[in-house]
């Protein structure tokens, strides 16, 4: 008897700790992440809204349904729901300076641009700096906003960069960025705050990242049909929603954007909307506040933005420690937006399951998921100019 009760108890303690070993070690958050849920077994069942399917029930079967109805109804209900509407589109006084002082070498050449929002020449404005590789004909660029890569790396391979800090004409801070921002600038005198549907900072963000392209399209240096958007994290998020508004982003590519930017936020998993409505108030509209604890209601989930690039490459960078940015949630949500651009006969990421680190997947969704933690390395952009090299060689080529 006593035999079996120690044969038990070790059977028991075999079957116990291997699985209680194997739970703690997928539970050991990477260093770097703040306190939120990070275990897969708790992520909720969850229903994706369907890209394919209009709020009136019908089915969406073919491109022109999706480029006259379903793009337009999701496009405002991201913009109802989440980033908010902006007050102005191009504003009737927009202008530019081109700064005189241009410098050419015989590798480079580099201007500086600056970008006024009304008829006098004082704030809102935008500095931008327009570094290019001279190859005699016009070339490729990226666009990016505060947290940009070396110049040198990109001009290495052809590609321009376009660089400006959009903080300049929006505060990234909760209590100044509407009083001290572009969108009270745009607003009646007396107005204190934004309604809850219109513009937060990250639309505004997007919204000044158009007015940077609309220089651009000027300019005889750079190949109007080849400039992409680029964003690391928060200017992820804001990437995404230029890119789904502004279709003269030839690809968009989304660097670790997480919550609000390229993740299913129905999985609750890392950075969740009520954390990230709590901590970044600015961030997103009104209305989106009122889904801090019911995400399953929100009208659109991630997918959907990632699917209004179509029929347009989009590329979702992620880091494998990143978890509070989700990376398995990008994928999924990269793989639920794949049946939009299959309407357009383009291939999304050609796998079906998540692919290990450092292993770069798709045609026209791209994803990798680089090792180590947050943050826009010299590796990503190794993968994004592949990716772009990809798509504009190929059309050329047409
Ligand atoms: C975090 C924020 C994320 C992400 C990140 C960043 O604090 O929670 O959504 O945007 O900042 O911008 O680096």
């Not at 770097?32 to 969406?60: A, H, K, Q, T």
């Not at 004909?137 to 290495?156: E, G, I, M, Q, R």
């Not at 901590?279 to 209305?287: D, K, L």
Request: charged share 25%; hydrophobic share 40%.
């Amino acid at each position: 008897m006593r035999n079996l009760i120690f044969d038990c108890a070790v059977w028991v303690l075999l079957i116990i700790i291997p699985s209680r070993m194997s739970f703690s070690q997928q539970t050991k958050v990477p260093d770097g992440n703040p306190r939120g849920m990070y275990d897969e077994s708790r992520v909720p069942r969850y229903n994706l809204p369907d890209p394919l399917i209009l709020s009136n029930g019908e089915g969406v079967h073919d491109t022109i349904a999706w480029i006259e109805k379903r793009r337009p109804e999701l496009l405002n209900l991201f913009e109802t729901y989440v980033y908010g509407k902006p007050a102005v589109g191009r504003p009737e006084h927009f202008h530019w300076i081109v700064n005189p002082d241009s410098e050419v070498t015989d590798s480079s050449i580099t201007k500086r641009v600056t970008l006024y929002f009304s008829e006098n020449d004082l704030w809102p404005k935008l500095d931008v700096e327009i570094v290019l590789p001279r190859t005699g004909k016009p070339v490729p660029v990226f666009v990016v906003s505060t947290w940009y890569p070396d110049a040198p790396l990109l001009l290495s391979r052809g590609y321009g960069l376009v660089r400006y800090d959009a903080r300049e004409i929006e505060p990234d801070d909760k209590d100044s960025a509407y009083t001290k921002g572009i969108r009270k600038f745009f607003d009646p005198p007396d107005r204190k705050q934004a309604t809850a549907d219109e513009w937060g900072t990250i639309a505004a963000w997007s919204w000044v990242a158009s007015r940077v392209m609309d220089y651009l399209v000027t300019d005889k240096n750079i190949d109007s049909n080849k400039i992409c958007i680029l964003g690391f994290s928060r200017f992820g998020k804001a990437a995404m929603w230029a890119g789904a508004l502004d279709t003269r982003f030839a690809i968009v590519f989304s660097c670790e954007s997480g919550c609000g930017g390229a993740t299913i936020v129905r999985r609750g998993f890392g950075e969740t909307v009520r954390l990230i409505n709590e901590q970044f108030p600015h961030w997103f509209n009104g209305n989106f506040k009122k889904f801090n604890d019911r995400v399953s209601d929100l009208p659109v989930d991630w997918h959907m933005l990632i699917a209004l690039m179509a029929p347009r490459p989009v590329y979702l960078s992620t880091a494998e420690d990143d978890w509070w940015g989700d990376p398995r949630g990008t994928f999924l949500a990269a793989k639920a937006a794949e049946s939009v651009f299959a309407l357009f006969g383009e291939k999304g990421m050609n796998v079906s399951e998540m692919p290990p680190p450092e292993s770069q997947v798709g045609s026209f969704i791209g994803y990798h998921m680089r090792k180590g933690r947050h943050g826009l390395t010299s590796y990503d952009m190794d993968l994004f100019m592949r990716f772009a090299d990809s798509h504009f060689e190929s059309n050329a080529s047409k």
